[in-house]
């Protein structure tokens, strides 16, 4: 199963992501922020950061340049509602893919299906239950 490792400082936000996640078929732990997702990436594996850029404490590029030292191998993908901040985060991060506010439940489920289409969970882009 593919886990993900959601960082969302909007509660509401994290919850409402976290629910249609798990309702697609992974495996989702939500933090409130990223100096609480960094001890997890220590000592668990995530195929896929999901997180805010604007945090408090440690905004989402530099958890994810943390997540790019500490587990080089998991995935990175951004949710923001600023566009100046979707700029930072291309440059900053390029490697990161990075999903603009608003944006409907079903194409961000996409966008998490597309990382992993190779993945083995997958077929024809569903998940394997």
Do not use: W
């Not at 509401?12 to 997890?40: K, S």
């Amino acid at each position: 199963m593919i886990r993900i490792l959601l960082a969302e400082d909007d509660e509401a936000m994290r919850l409402y992501l976290a629910r249609a996640l798990e309702n697609a078929g992974f495996d989702v732990i939500a933090v409130d922020r990223g100096t609480a997702a960094v001890p997890l990436l220590e000592r668990e594996n995530f195929h896929l950061l999901l997180s805010d850029i604007v945090m408090p404490e440690m905004d989402g590029i530099e958890l994810a340049q943390r997540c790019a030292e500490i587990s080089p191998a998991t995935k990175v993908m951004f949710i923001t509602g600023f566009a100046a901040v979707t700029l930072k985060a291309n440059r900053e991060a390029p490697q990161a893919r990075v999903l603009s506010k608003p944006f409907h439940l079903k194409d961000l489920v996409m966008e998490v299906e597309r990382l992993f289409e190779d993945h083995p969970m997958f077929g024809n882009g569903r998940p394997h239950n």
